[in-house]
C-alpha cells in the first residue's frame, strides 16, 4: 500500500497524529531530501525507518522501484519537505502509477502553505485557483499573470524571495489597485500576512516594512471589472492592445478577453484587427 503524507509546512506541531501513526508503521519512506525528512523523524522519535530518495528528476525511475516494493508487500510513505506531495512538489506520477496497477493508495491529509495563506488573505475563498510557481521568463510571467489578473477567481502563487518583488512588481504594472495578499513564513515564528493593494504592498517591501525573507505564497483577489454587458468595444481592444504591448501574442490576448467577457473569439478578433488596421 502507497501512503501520501502530509508534513507540517514549519510548524513540526502541524503534524497529525495519524500522520506520525503512518510514518511509524511504514517499511519504507520515500522523501525528497533525506536529511530533511531524517530531522522530522528525529524530532517524533520515529527510529530505523528505511528512507529513499525521491525528486523532481528521480521520480519516474524511483516510482517503478516503489512499485516493486508495495507488490513485494511492503508499505510505502511519500513525504515531501513541506506540506502535501504532489502539490509542486513531486508525487502524481507515482500515484498515478499505483492507480494503474491497482495498488492501494491512501492520503493523509497535512498543511499546505497555499490553502493556509488563502484563509488567512480573507479573500473570496470560494472560487480558486492554483498556479504553483509562475514562469520565470520575463515574457512568459507577463503573458500569465495578464491571464490572472483577469480572471475573475480568487488566484494563489507560490513565489521565493528571490522573486517576489519582481513579481509584486509585475502586478502593479498590469494592476495597481487590486487587492492581494502576501503570506511569508506561514506557522513559523515570523509569520507575516498583509492583505492590502498591489501599490501598497510594493510599497512596504520598498520600506523594508514586510522582509525578503522566507518563503512566500501570494494570493491575488478576483478582477471585479465590468462584464459584457456594460463594456464597450473600445474597452475590449484597449484590452487586447495592452496584453499585446505586455508581450502576450494577439491570438492569446484575444482569448482571454472573449472568455472573460464570455464573447464569441471571432467578434474580439474582428473588433481588433478592424481597429489596428
Ligand atoms: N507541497 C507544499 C505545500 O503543500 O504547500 C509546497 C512545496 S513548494 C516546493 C514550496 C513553496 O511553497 C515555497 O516556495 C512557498 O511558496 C510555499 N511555502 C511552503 N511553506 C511555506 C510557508 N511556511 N510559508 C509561506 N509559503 C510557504
Same mark, same amino acid.
Given at each position: 500500500m502507497l501512503y501520501v503524507v502530509g508534513t507540517p /509546512? +514549519?510548524? $513540526?506541531?502541524? /503534524?497529525s497524529v495519524r500522520a506520525l501513526k503512518t510514518l511509524e508503521n511504514v517499511d519504507i519512506i520515500a522523501c525528497e531530501d533525506t536529511r530533511n525528512t531524517q530531522k522530522l523523524l528525529n524530532y517524533f522519535q520515529i527510529k530505523n525507518k528505511k528512507l529513499i530518495s525521491f525528486h523532481e528528476h528521480n521520480e519516474e525511475k524511483i516510482s517503478q522501484k516503489i512499485i516493486e516494493l508495495i507488490e513485494e508487500n511492503k508499505n510505502v510513505a511519500l513525504v515531501s519537505d513541506? +506540506?502535501?506531495?504532489? /502539490? !509542486?512538489?513531486?508525487g502524481y506520477i507515482l500515484v498515478n502509477k499505483c492507480i494503474s496497477k491497482k495498488i492501494k493508495v491512501i492520503t493523509i491529509p497535512g498543511p499546505n502553505a497555499a490553502l493556509t495563506a488563502l484563509v488567512s !488573505?480573507? /479573500?473570496?475563498?470560494y472560487t480558486y485557483t492554483f498556479y504553483g510557481f509562475l514562469p520565470r521568463k520575463k515574457k512568459d510571467l507577463k503573458v500569465k499573470l495578464n491571464e490572472i489578473l483577469l480572471s475573475k477567481h480568487t488566484s494563489i502563487i507560490y513565489e521565493s524571495p528571490h522573486r517576489i518583488i519582481n513579481l509584486i512588481e509585475n502586478i502593479c504594472e498590469i494592476s495597481n489597485h487590486r487587492i492581494i495578499s502576501v503570506s511569508r513564513e506561514?506557522? @513559523?515564528?515570523f509569520e507575516e500576512v498583509v492583505t492590502d493593494t498591489s501599490e501598497k504592498i510594493l510599497e512596504k517591501f520598498k520600506r523594508g516594512n $514586510?522582509?525578503? @525573507?522566507g518563503e512566500f505564497v501570494v494570493i491575488i483577489s478576483p478582477n471585479k471589472e465590468e462584464t459584457h454587458e456594460e463594456i464597450d468595444n473600445f474597452k475590449l481592444i484597449e484590452e487586447v492592445k495592452k496584453m499585446v504591448d505586455n508581450g502576450s501574442k494577439s491570438s492569446t490576448a484575444i482569448k482571454i478577453v472573449a472568455d472573460k467577457y464570455g464573447i464569441n473569439k471571432r467578434e474580439v478578433y474582428n473588433l481588433y484587427h478592424e481597429e489596428i488596421i
Open positions: /509546512i +514549519g510548524n $513540526l506541531d502541524d /503534524i513541506a +506540506g502535501m506531495p504532489c /502539490i !509542486s512538489d513531486p !488573505s480573507g /479573500i473570496e475563498s506561514l506557522t @513559523k515564528f $514586510l522582509k525578503v @525573507k
